[in-house]
């Protein structure tokens, strides 16, 4: 009778769990199905339901695309867009160096972290530059994220922690779209032009030029006294340092030139940089006499102008990386 009731209830128990399963996996298809469904209207119709900007301001499809086809490089360049707009993989590649810009648009320590643990033993680089650009080690790297997922399309456990490491729902909810998309569908979505409006042009390697004679120039900026500094990002610094260490790469880290007076409005600088001087090595190109004129050397308050780039890359590979070749 015991044994009876025994098997009975077991029954009744793997009878629930099946029961459980099956609605499970009828709710995540009909979640799966209507975020696909909503995904297409949002794509057609402009709305707000879904952030998934294809593409990226900074051509992000298209760099993240190349990225998984390029192997063992000299150096590896990650950071905001001071870094795909500011190290021409072209000047590099005249001085002998092979080299990959891996920077996006917005991309904080956190995007920077899970990028360089996706590729680093793919790209096998022997030097990785590290742009820190103080305002994106304040933020909370959403805006980056969506950039990110959206153009990516092998997703891997990589991009799923880095989303749960952002603990933002929107950006999980375009995360499990992409996955669905790109992934799992392969799907083409669109193809992304090596020339943009903006007057932006995608060069091999990861490097966006711009071509353009209007120079967005401003000569006063309001005195900024603190900027608050996320301990999330402030960990993925160390963390990316501590990778390259353990793959036995040389990290420098750098804060690419800025317009003077922008730089000079944030009155923190020198807390900045001995923060990040204590963490690695470190070069503030700012306090750096590189020559550089606000009115000709800038195309805004803080993007060099390719005439920037040119002045700054040939003073970077003579005076850095040159020094420090075997």
């Not at 032009?193 to 932006?200: E, G, L, P, S, V």
């Not at 490097?207 to 993925?236: C, D």
């Amino acid at each position: 009778m015991a044994l009876n009731l025994y098997i009975s209830n077991s029954d009744k128990m793997i009878n629930f769990l099946k029961k459980i399963m099956f609605i499970s996996l009828i709710s995540l298809t009909i979640t799966l199905v209507g975020l696909k469904v909503f995904g297409y209207i949002n794509q057609y119709l402009k709305t707000s339901f879904l952030k998934y900007p294809a593409g990226g301001y900074g051509h992000t499809y298209t760099r993240l695309s190349e990225v998984e086809n390029i192997k063992n490089i000299d150096i590896l360049f990650l950071g905001s867009s001071h870094s795909y707009r500011g190290f021409d993989t072209r000047i590099f590649r005249k001085y002998g160096y092979n080299t990959f810009n891996l920077g996006t648009s917005g991309q904080t320590p956190i995007q920077s972290k899970f990028l360089l643990k996706k590729h680093i033993k793919q790209l096998n680089p022997k030097i990785i530059i590290f742009d820190l650009y103080h305002k994106t080690s304040s933020i909370n790297g959403v805006e980056s994220a969506f950039d990110i997922i959206s153009n990516t399309k092998n997703m891997s456990y990589f991009d799923l922690k880095m989303c749960i490491e952002i603990k933002d729902i929107e950006v999980l909810k375009t995360f499990l779209y992409s996955y669905i998309n790109n992934t799992l569908l392969k799907e083409k979505f669109f193809e992304e032009t090596f020339k943009k409006k903006y007057n932006d042009k995608y060069i091999i390697g990861g490097f966006v030029e711009k071509s353009t004679s209007n120079l967005n120039y401003k000569s006063n900026f309001p005195k900024i006294s603190e900027i608050g500094l996320s301990k999330k990002q402030l960990s993925a610094i160390d963390e990316i340092i501590n990778v390259s260490k353990n793959n036995n790469v040389k990290i420098i880290l750098v804060n690419t030139p800025l317009n003077k007076q922008y730089n000079l409005s944030y009155e923190h600088n020198n807390y900045f940089d001995s923060l990040m001087n204590s963490k690695a090595e470190y070069i503030n190109f700012n306090k750096l006499n590189l020559s550089l004129n606000d009115t000709i050397h800038f195309y805004d308050k803080d993007h060099l102008s390719q005439k920037g780039v040119e002045l700054f890359n040939k003073y970077f590979i003579e005076k850095v990386l040159d020094s420090i070749k075997p």
